[in-house]
């Protein structure tokens, strides 16, 4: 499979607790993107990487959010601290584009968290 | 102002009609335009990309991108029950690395 991977597929977490999202991207492809989906709405930007480089962060985004992307392959986001407000579908994506025309991204199946 | 409005509620078409969607953008900059489809409890599936004026054809999908008026809108023909999903838009600026989501609209093939 060729596509983009990411585990857990779902999490259930007590409030306060750590959780962790692994990604593995298309391998051809340097950019990686974070999303979160809740029900109802588009998926919202998070944070992308090209390489191993964070090159932006969502103003929304809070501290308890981190995300890394060693070697510039896989990818982690860490939540920490969960609140029952970060439950939502998290989802990675992967893009060979530059910016300008292009930028296609290409989704994994996500990781669902809910926090109790 | 959201940068990309989604606003038309769900869409009950019957099998073998043309389903049309549209979607406007604020920022009159954006350069790539994006159709994704999302079924129920799944992740977005890219369909259709559009990057300049006018329309383009994919199968029974058509795009039509109107810089001017700020929208982007997509068509689908002869609508088939595997059609029924949420369809969202997306809208890429120039210089900018991510994309923008609409929040989506669903769409009901009734057989």
């Known amino acids: 499979d060729t596509g983009v991977s990411q585990d857990p597929r779902h999490k259930i977490t007590k409030r306060g607790q750590n959780v962790t999202f692994r990604c593995d991207p298309i391998?051809?492809?340097?950019?990686l993107y974070w999303y979160r989906q809740t029900l109802g709405q588009g998926p919202e930007f998070l944070t992308y990487?090209?390489?191993?480089?964070?090159?932006?962060k969502s103003r929304l985004l809070s501290d308890r959010f981190s995300a890394e992307r060693p070697k510039g392959s896989f990818s982690t986001l860490e939540i920490q601290r969960t609140e029952q407000g970060d439950s939502a579908m998290y989802l990675c994506?992967?893009?060979?584009?530059?910016?300008?025309?292009?930028?296609?991204?290409?989704f994994g199946e996500g990781s669902r968290l809910t926090v109790l | 102002q959201k940068e990309v409005e989604q606003n038309s509620g769900p869409l009950s078409v019957p099998e073998g009609a043309i389903a049309s969607l549209n979607c406007t953008y604020s920022?009159?900059?954006?350069?790539?335009f994006f159709w994704y489809r999302q079924y129920s409890g799944k992740s977005p599936e890219l369909i259709m990309s559009i990057y300049s004026n006018g329309d383009k054809e994919d199968g029974r999908f058509t795009a039509q991108l109107n810089k001017a008026s700020q929208y982007v809108s997509l068509l689908i023909r002869d609508s088939q029950p595997s059609d029924s999903a949420t369809y969202l838009c997306?809208?890429?600026?120039?210089?900018?690395?991510?994309?923008?989501f609409g929040k989506g609209n669903q769409v009901v093939v009734i057989p």
């Open positions: 994506a992967s893009s060979p584009g530059l910016a300008g025309v292009g930028g296609e991204l290409f």
């Open positions: 391998s051809e492809h340097n950019r």
């Open positions: 920022d009159r900059v954006s350069q790539s």
């Open positions: 997306a809208v890429k600026d120039w210089g900018n690395n991510r994309l923008a």
């Open positions: 990487f090209q390489n191993e480089a964070q090159l932006e």
